[in-house]
């Protein structure tokens, strides 16, 4: 089993700035994939930035050029920046973890953080 934890969000205006951090522990392996969604009021969970732990980025098209994601494979840690905020980025925030075992494809989640962008 793989425990994700998230911090880092929070209340911000329009046009401001947040980093969110996952620490994941427990049963680590590779190769694996870390990454960030997001779920609003009443929709979906989204897609936000995904990487691989070769580097390899994925970035959905509303998040392009403002968020950028990063990870410290050593500390298995992985962090979303967020900036030029706004307030449709406000959602609940989630930290993913897939790997790829000998066993098969397991995927984790973080319990969620809260980020809200006010106008």
């Known amino acids: 089993q793989v425990q994700l934890v998230e911090s880092g969000g929070g209340l911000v205006q329009t046009g401001g700035s947040l980093t969110l951090s996952c620490a994941a522990s427990?049963?680590?392996?590779?190769?694996?994939?870390m990454g960030w969604y997001r779920q609003k009021a009443g929709i979906q969970r989204e897609l936000v930035a995904t990487?691989?732990?070769?580097?390899?980025?994925n970035y959905a098209d509303s998040v392009k050029g403002r968020f950028t994601i990063s990870r410290n494979n050593a500390k298995n840690l992985v962090y979303l920046q967020m900036d030029s905020l706004k307030p449709e980025d406000t959602a609940v925030y989630y930290c993913?973890?897939?790997?790829?075992?000998?066993?098969?494809?397991?995927?984790?989640w973080g319990q969620g953080t809260q980020v809200t962008v006010s106008s």
């Open positions: 993913n973890r897939i790997e790829m075992t000998l066993r098969g494809r397991y995927e984790y």
């Open positions: 427990g049963r680590i392996s590779s190769p694996n994939i």
């Open positions: 990487m691989t732990d070769g580097d390899t980025t």
